[in-house]
T-cell receptor, first 115, second 112 residues
């Protein structure tokens, strides 16, 4: 089964600093890749999705992610962190097939933003 | 537009008790899912459904049963609750398997 690995269970940045959350996937064929965000006491919300139309994917709230096949990575970035970005972020992978369900989530990265 | 609604939001059970969690979606989605979320473990798929009347096992199905008698509802049952089932449970739905998942707000379950 395809999987994703999120490097770093906790990341801390200062307000205004670059946010970089790392995700690597394991697949011989480029899959669909997702980033979801979970704010405290809420369900997950989709930030962005990679479908192969473009390697740089722009999402909501100023986030973007770049698909790099050579590195099997899909890291999430934001140029300038805001206090409201503090949340849990999940990378997820799904194969390019509709033959049943196979969306696998990473273990998550908790982002702390300090003043 | 309600989206995905889970009931109840909180529940405390004693070991051996049974309960059912209800998930309802109003978006006419074919796919529905039940996940559990535990600290440091991310989200793990329990069971899912690809349409009315269908169910399938996910990554951690043991101790749980599900039913999808109506397209809009997906029920998760615990027949004999165990402390290891203490977790936050999330229901989600999607139009297709590779499309955006819509999540409910979660059910916090404690089994004593």
């Amino acid at each position: 089964a395809q999987s994703v690995t999120q490097l770093g269970s906790h990341v801390s940045v200062s307000e205004g600093a670059l946010v970089l959350l790392r995700c690597n996937y394991s697949s011989s064929v480029p899959p669909y890749l997702f980033w979801y965000v979970q704010y405290p006491n809420q369900g997950l919300q989709l930030l962005l999705k990679y479908t192969s139309a473009a390697t740089l994917v722009k999402g909501i709230n100023g986030f973007e992610a770049e698909f790099k096949k050579s590195e099997t990575s899909f890291h999430l970035t934001k140029p300038s962190a805001h206090m409201s970005d503090a949340a849990e972020y999940f990378c997820a992978v799904s194969p390019r097939s509709n033959s049943g369900y196979a969306l696998n989530f990473g273990k998550g990265t908790s982002l702390l933003v300090t003043p | 537009n309600a989206g995905v609604t889970q009931t109840p939001k909180f529940r405390v059970l004693k070991t051996g008790q049974s309960m059912t969690l209800l998930c309802a979606q109003d978006m006419n989605h074919e796919y529905m899912y039940w996940y559990r979320q535990d600290p440091g473990m991310g989200l793990r798929l329990i069971h899912y459904s690809v349409g009315e009347g269908t169910t399938a096992k996910g990554e951690v199905p043991d101790g749980y049963n599900v039913s999808r008698l109506k397209k809009q509802n997906f029920l998760l049952g615990l027949e004999s609750a165990a402390p290891s089932q203490t977790s936050v449970y999330f229901c989600a739905s999607s139009r297709l398997t590779n499309e955006k998942l819509f999540f409910g707000s979660g059910t916090q379950l404690s089994v004593l």
